[in-house]
């Protein structure tokens, strides 16, 4: 029998970037997570550089902190092997994800969007291949059975530019400073660590 | 009926700064969560400024990167709360450590210094008092049945001094670049989310 006001679980977006490390596990596990605590998620692209470059770093943080980066390979790597999840350390790091975030922005509430997401993370943190290469990007849709060449072209939009810099300057005004984020309402988790809790929080919040 | 080659758990390193917010859930969690597992512990104080500074920080990170700092006190906020632990933001931070780092480094292996070094974490994030003064760490010691006297005099001895130092030197040539972290032979673990995960990693190690 259900509660006589029980009502339905917030939302949580999901805002990731296609370089970032933690976003790749957070990826992987978010959708059937939420699944199983009947949460409906949001898939938000958005970029880093412009936030790294609001705090005065041109780069990933765990290249400009070398001892933070070297712990970071070594504790996704536990991550990954506890998850079960593959994970090939990228030969150039960071990727840049903006051709593949452009196509999520701007075909966001598409059914395959998770999994084309899944995909570009796999391409860069199992493959080590590079994200930024628009036949790369291609093979990946195909595979899903979508039009290719029209999704690209409609990536490569000023429509599509404008959009997502605008989900980047949304981000920045919501207080997002890093990747994998989640926004429950105005409530803000960080990282792959906090991806339960977030989830958590959308079933409790609702009633 | 036991294994016939079961051998003991590794011992785990348990390194904190009196300063740093999220060691402070970790201070007021090890002991029980290592005992239930049969881990040792070792407390190690160190300095986090003298780490800081060579990346570059002549302050708290949090400080430094207001955006970020807004998000670990909700953050610290909702982790207290769920733990149960009381937090009252304090007015002034970060606080001043060096001196009970000092009292930590000179008694190490005293049985006192757990519930030393929880207390001093309350005074700075549940009392929101001054634990840079050497009244209040007298208390401290003193209501745990020590010779405040003795121990305030010893732990300002050039020896003292100079332990901490060279602990401080050994967290940076062992890969510590935060707070709290843990180190299970030289297996890294960084943050209060990892506690759980390095006990585990101590009990696996010895298997």
Redesign the interface.
């Known amino acids: 029998m259900s509660e006589p006001f029980e009502s339905k679980p917030m939302k949580v977006e999901f805002w990731f970037e296609f370089a970032s490390t933690y976003s790749y596990p957070a990826a992987m596990r978010i959708e059937a997570l939420a699944a199983s605590r009947g949460v409906a998620v949001a898939w938000r692209s958005f970029l880093l550089a412009p936030i790294f470059q609001q ?1 005065g770093w041109n780069n990933s943080p765990f290249n400009i ?1 070398p ?2 980066g ?2 970071m390979w ?2 996704l790597e ?1 991550i990954c092997d506890r998850l079960d999840i593959p994970l090939r350390r990228p030969t150039k790091f960071p990727r840049n994800g903006l051709l593949a975030a452009r196509v999520v922005c701007s075909h966001a509430d598409e059914p395959w969007i998770p999994d084309f997401v899944r995909g570009i993370y796999s391409v860069n943190f199992a493959e080590d291949a590079e994200i930024s290469d628009p036949t790369v990007i291609s093979r990946c849709l195909t595979s899903l059975g979508q039009d290719a060449a029209a999704i690209l072209a409609t990536a490569e939009t000023p429509a599509s530019k404008d959009k997502l810099k605008a989900q980047t300057a949304e981000a920045m005004e919501r ?1 997002l ?2 990747a994998p984020s989640f926004l429950v309402g105005g409530e ?3 990282g792959n ?2 991806l339960e ?1 977030a989830l958590d929080w959308a079933v409790r919040a609702a009633r």
């Open positions: 705090q902190y001892v933070k070297q712990y070594r504790d536990r207080g400073f890093g803000l988790f960080w660590d906090r809790e």
